[in-house]
């Protein structure tokens, strides 16, 4: 692989744009050369049109970038998205129809039947609906899509316990602030406080779990056959959702089988060596008081899921915790592994 | 009831005796007459010997009362019990051996045969093991508890819904800061960050909720044969523990019926007017994103239990959440309406 | 005063609206019998048009009011304003050429020669203007204002230094998100942060310092000729602005004299027994770490100023630290006290 | 350089010795080899020794060194002193005594008078005092100090205008928590707060501020003769001391000269190109609401320190902001400079 592969960020002066633009920043196989935003922007220099909101200064290279409208002419073939849901569903099909792969992060095309709901460490062969995608809506492109940031916290922690036939799963989430994006949660909100409910995040939880975890038959994905539930609230931290997990498996494995699935869990990705891959995936913490999201969200820089407190549920089999950092795994970090994990199957 | 009834207080100094100095502030009952604490205060005032650390000033007729030692000779024959669980066992036997009736916030004894794990909205049938554990341990007193600022939470939240036969609950807590006492949780550790873990908290809240909904059978309480699962997290809240609960009913009650079994709960110390009893004992909110620990924690003087976004479960039958005020509906203001709940039946 | 003076709220439906709708609960003088809002607004009952954002319950009586558009009309005779700076202007000049009487809490019109920027326990000889306001404008009623949020809790900090003679006066801020309104300040940009800047802030401290401690001279007030400098800065926390002062004296008084001169202040709405006028007015609390904003903003109901640490000052004389509760001594209550003390003066 | 020096810990088990580890990892010219603690963790293994309470994971190679007793003996010829205040008087002078350089970040030593208080970028040839100090005090090693963390964030601020002549500063600070060490400040007393009063925190930063910008004179360093005050303030931030800063100048520059200061200030360690010498040492940054801690305090590694906001005083002569990572610029990263220049100018 002598040269990078140019690569383009829809909806880039956005806080998950300014994800893409800080966690492409060195990456060894892709360049950042196009920038998409709204009408708004178009012409403007990036360093003019963005109000930089991350940690950190904006890198000196992309600020210097001309921000394009988001039309698929000149942008390069692989596409990210980090568009408004409000305006997605168009865009991102016109570029797919014109031939670029669109790598995206927002929520319009996640469960559609042909759309694949790619968590490289744990579904990879659903990149087989690509063809079939392309086949059916006579696109010459694609569209491949990342989970919702709460759901990957979810699905992570509980791939290792796949291989027990999962049952029942019952999740309660206590997501960080980062999550709603800029100016997002209003701090008379939030300060001293919990708010009990995120919109449709229950919902978007429930029924991607179940495709992501589903079984790839022909045409399209076989949602997992397991009822899952979620309680969803925002708390006052930054960054890293925290989830609490309660699981009924159909192999009635004892405590320390289960215990051992953590360390043993050795996905593709990590075996194929890609860029972002974390080594470990799923990294389980024996304290007895983590993972926390201040202190562990980092872990594998943000892309390294954290595990821990694994014990016996009274209710269902086995409770535990799993935490994923919400704008790197659970968003801008997973649509980039994504992308390699499609360069290595040759999609891209 | 023309003169007040003289109480006292087991440590007084601490947090939770502050508590409770400030709840009896003005109680039409009760009049706060003595105060016990370490030998290292006894023999002060209670204003020199207290580093006030609640909002609002100490109480100024409190604040010149002379802190005695933690001994039986002359307090009053009713004494709350803010003691920590360190010296607490053995304090409070002495107590109910001279004839005191020891009101515990304390853990110690609430998982004992004979005590009483009382809270006068669901049990108010546990009093009657103050005579048998007064036969049984030859005492002119008794001990009666009050749960865990957590249990009382989830309990109330479900108390409601115990005709329907509850079967198994998997509750998961955000717990505030204040519960810990002083100095508690160091802010190093919760600034933007949660703590999934409290010690023994789980383990207290999944059997003190099986006393609490159990049935008194002869001499003894039989725990509700219900599965209770707990998973508790400190966050940076200040007051208020909020809870969200999955639930599995026997009767298959329809949400409607079960929502209006939240309105319709009328338990005995609201009928019988008490003092401290909150009315609503329960508050249903109506709002999506309800209820929530700065904004409703205080409802009804911190007494009231208030719940909300009933729906349907994927796993269990029902979610929904609850939150109480956790140093006064779960602890100062719950031993309080413990004594006046036992006033009232004639025990004081 | 037998029946309660009706009064209205303009902009009734917004934060500082809610504020008013709150403090003029059960006020012993004032009925609130109308709510302005806007054309949006119009028509609908307050439960309706309103999102209630303040803890406890929107009061019940009126929830069942009907918000009538911004115009003179039917409106009482005293209003109170709560509108935004960007709408203001026009609106309070109309009501006042109507013959109402405008107690505003707008930046809009504080700074006017002839329009009070009234603190009663500070200024109450300003309220001369109102004549000469009405007189030079051709109005039937007239403009009242009270200082921005962090100005009252500088300004009553200061006010029983006046007699010592202030040159100068170097403030830094440490202001509570509830200033902002809502939504205002986002988490994203507060937790575990400091924003150390706030728009016109500076500006408006130190200019309306200079009105309130100033001259009444003929028919204009004459500023305090001392120079006020101040940095303003958010921090998280939800009400009450910490202010921490260094000044400069005229008379080079001992700093026993000074701290005496907190305890001996006593201003005219105290000596009046005015509804809202706090006792004491300013409270100097002795220990080393106070006063604080969670634990002392609500002191007096919110009215009272607390201050401490008084210390001699290597730079200019003396320094100490005072604070407010922004949204009651800051906002509403500001401006009940200002319409308190003008009923005293037989204005209204 | 072909090998690293070995270095070694004194205090290495508490949070600034953790500091100390963390930032020593990697380094380039030193090798840390030795960790003294107390009596308690002696014998043990770092790992076994240490709850590690930082971001990340304990180095593998650190956690495996035994830990020894705070005894010269065995001890590298340079220790990096994080000891407590209450033990490591004896200590240091111990070590120093038997021929090591004592690099500390330990308050203890810091104001004596032949003892160098060095930030490399302001007074490195207060250097000089070591060769006195050893003659004095008979010593073959020496004491080398660092300031208070809050100290650092005011005198880097204003080392670029040290060249007007610096008459009076006056500073407020708004400290973050990590400065209370662990577990320090009580989450019951921070949050929703401030707490203005910070133990002995401004009589430090005013008198090391005058000795760090005294000139060396003779045997001694003769203080600034400038007067300065602190107002010292904890808020809820994590990391980074943010310090409000209003100085008067003797030459009356114009704020375009003070401006460019900043920008022109190129001190020794940056030319040096000494390791831990962030570039630039002190970044000033445009945007009309920075510095900020949570985004701005580890710019430059958290070495640099940021500026921002600067205009005219109308009580001194310009305001400005400074913001330094009191854990790193603060503590231990400002210790390892130091030796740094020790080992560059031939002391060690």
């Given at each position: 692989m002598q040269s990078k592969i140019q690569v383009g960020v829809l909806g880039a002066t956005g806080m998950v744009g300014q994800h893409f633009v800080r966690f492409l920043e060195g990456h060894p196989w892709f360049e950042l050369a196009w920038l998409g935003a709204s009408d708004r922007s178009a012409g403007k220099k990036y360093r003019e049109a963005t109000v930089w909101r991350l940690?950190?200064?904006?890198p000196d290279r992309v600020a210097e970038l001309t921000v394009e409208e988001c039309k698929p002419g000149n942008a390069p073939k692989l596409v990210f998205s980090a568009m408004d849901a409000s305006v997605a569903t168009e865009i991102e099909r016109a570029f797919a129809d014109c031939g670029h792969m669109v790598v995206s992060n927002s929520r319009n095309h996640r469960m559609e039947a042909d759309v694949p709901l790619l968590v490289p460490e744990i579904n990879?062969?659903?990149?087989?609906?690509v063809p079939l995608q392309r086949e059916k809506r006579g696109w010459k492109g694609g569209i491949v899509t990342n989970p919702n940031c709460s759901t990957i916290a979810l699905t992570m922690g509980l791939a290792p316990l796949v291989k027990f036939g999962i049952e029942k799963v019952l999740v309660t989430t206590m997501q960080?602030?980062?999550?709603?994006?800029?100016?997002?949660?209003?701090s008379m909100d939030i300060l001293g406080n919990v708010i009990p409910y995120i919109g449709s995040e229950e919902e978007k939880m429930e029924c991607e779990t179940q495709k992501i975890l589903g079984t790839l038959n022909g045409g399209s994905v076989t949602p997992l056959p397991a009822a899952v539930s979620a309680h969803c609230n925002r708390v006052a931290s930054v960054d890293g959702h925290l989830v609490a997990i309660s699981v009924a498996l159909r192999?009635?494995?004892g405590i320390e089988s289960v215990r051992r699935a953590f360390d043993e869990f050795d996905p593709l990705p990590q075996r194929l060596n890609l860029p972002s891959a974390p080594k470990p995936a799923v990294l389980y913490m024996e304290?007895?008081?983590?993972?926390q999201p201040r202190r562990d969200a980092l872990r594998g820089n943000g892309m390294t899921v954290t595990v821990g407190r694994l014990r016996e549920c009274p209710v269902l089999d086995y409770k535990f915790l799993s935490l994923g950092h919400n704008t790197i795994r659970g968003a801008a970090g997973a649509a980039v592994l994504n992308a390699e994990l499609m360069r290595s199957e040759g999609l891209i």
């Amino acid at each position: 692989m002598q040269s990078k592969i140019q690569v383009g960020v829809l909806g880039a002066t956005g806080m998950v744009g300014q994800h893409f633009v800080r966690f492409l920043e060195g990456h060894p196989w892709f360049e950042l050369a196009w920038l998409g935003a709204s009408d708004r922007s178009a012409g403007k220099k990036y360093r003019e049109a963005t109000v930089w909101r991350l940690e950190g200064s904006m890198p000196d290279r992309v600020a210097e970038l001309t921000v394009e409208e988001c039309k698929p002419g000149n942008a390069p073939k692989l596409v990210f998205s980090a568009m408004d849901a409000s305006v997605a569903t168009e865009i991102e099909r016109a570029f797919a129809d014109c031939g670029h792969m669109v790598v995206s992060n927002s929520r319009n095309h996640r469960m559609e039947a042909d759309v694949p709901l790619l968590v490289p460490e744990i579904n990879p062969d659903h990149l087989k609906l690509v063809p079939l995608q392309r086949e059916k809506r006579g696109w010459k492109g694609g569209i491949v899509t990342n989970p919702n940031c709460s759901t990957i916290a979810l699905t992570m922690g509980l791939a290792p316990l796949v291989k027990f036939g999962i049952e029942k799963v019952l999740v309660t989430t206590m997501q960080a602030v980062s999550g709603a994006g800029y100016p997002g949660v209003a701090s008379m909100d939030i300060l001293g406080n919990v708010i009990p409910y995120i919109g449709s995040e229950e919902e978007k939880m429930e029924c991607e779990t179940q495709k992501i975890l589903g079984t790839l038959n022909g045409g399209s994905v076989t949602p997992l056959p397991a009822a899952v539930s979620a309680h969803c609230n925002r708390v006052a931290s930054v960054d890293g959702h925290l989830v609490a997990i309660s699981v009924a498996l159909r192999d009635k494995a004892g405590i320390e089988s289960v215990r051992r699935a953590f360390d043993e869990f050795d996905p593709l990705p990590q075996r194929l060596n890609l860029p972002s891959a974390p080594k470990p995936a799923v990294l389980y913490m024996e304290d007895k008081d983590r993972p926390q999201p201040r202190r562990d969200a980092l872990r594998g820089n943000g892309m390294t899921v954290t595990v821990g407190r694994l014990r016996e549920c009274p209710v269902l089999d086995y409770k535990f915790l799993s935490l994923g950092h919400n704008t790197i795994r659970g968003a801008a970090g997973a649509a980039v592994l994504n992308a390699e994990l499609m360069r290595s199957e040759g999609l891209i």
